[in-house]
């Protein structure tokens, strides 16, 4: 069984919504031509990430780009998933209430908005400080033609916290999609490495292309030791920084049949130990006036 994902690595037209949504479609397109089973955006497509200005007049006019989940911009991706037998994770400025939400949805192949997910892990050091943070992480079944998978999401910043590729494992998922806007140097990509390494699962990020950030959107396996225990290379697709579709295959049996004998994951993990873990107390020096808890 084979999962197959279109990572697009994209430049945006800036904050143009519909530009966006045309040349999203294209691509989309192009992924199904590809025999994709999901296409993946780059983090807040809608309005390329456009950023949010620091004068209050002009930061309300960025919130108010936000759209719904039932507005034209997603209901057209799903009429467009739906025609192209593909699932979608489309990214967008989400409205909510008070501040906006940083989101993803999932589109199944039919149609169906699968899931939704609201970035957990703002940059509240920077211009997400205008933005709600979501409340939990969540795995759906994704339906493709070779069969069920289970699917998370993370969006940039959250895969930089070990906690949220744990939890979305501890839920179930097999592979986990994230939408990225930002520079992908070795120590980013190296933790996104240990994230599918230490939970044992497939992990798939789009960012966008240079000169907006630069590139490297990247698909790791989960797989660092055959059979025979000799180290095998987990990494699947590391893109160049420019403009693309690119394409990685999971083998989900192989990566499955990983699952049920390797010793990472929540095989040989001691939750009773792990208390602090679920504090919110911050001490220096780690203290940070602009931090949301």
Request: charged letters at 25%; a negative charge.
């Amino acid at each position: 069984m084979s999962f197959r994902v279109a990572l697009l690595q994209l430049a945006a037209y800036g904050a143009d919504i519909d530009a966006n949504l045309i040349k999203g479609e294209e691509h989309c397109r192009r992924a199904a031509a590809m025999n994709a089973d999901v296409a993946l955006f780059p983090e807040m497509w809608s309005i390329g990430y456009s950023p949010c200005p620091a004068e209050a007049v002009q930061r309300k006019a960025w919130q108010q780009r936000a759209i719904g989940r039932d507005d034209r911009f997603v209901t057209h991706f799903q009429r467009l998933a739906q025609e192209l037998d593909m699932a979608i994770a489309i990214t967008y400025l989400e409205r909510w209430s008070g501040a906006p939400r940083n989101s993803v949805s999932i589109i199944d192949r039919k149609g169906n908005v699968v899931m939704t997910y609201a970035k957990v892990h703002t940059c509240d050091f920077g211009m997400e400080a205008a933005c709600t943070p979501g409340d939990d992480f969540y795995v759906c079944d994704l339906d493709t033609r070779a069969g069920n998978v289970k699917v998370g999401a993370m969006i940039c910043y959250d895969r930089e916290f070990p906690e949220s590729a744990r939890i979305l494992m501890l839920k179930g998922a097999e592979i986990i999609l994230t939408p990225n806007s930002c520079e992908l140097e070795d120590s980013r990509i190296g933790q996104f490495r240990a994230r599918a390494y230490e939970n044992m699962l497939g992990v798939a990020m789009a960012n966008y292309p240079a000169p907006q950030c630069n590139g490297h959107s990247v698909v790791f396996d989960p797989m660092a030791f055959a059979r025979d225990g000799r180290p095998i290379d987990p990494l699947i697709v590391e893109a160049g920084p420019e403009e693309g579709i690119f394409l990685a295959d999971f083998d989900l049996d192989r990566l499955r049949t990983y699952r049920e004998s390797e010793t990472w994951g929540n095989a040989y993990r001691k939750p009773q130990s792990y208390g602090p873990l679920t504090s919110t107390r911050v001490e220096a020096p780690f203290e940070r006036s602009d931090a949301r808890r």
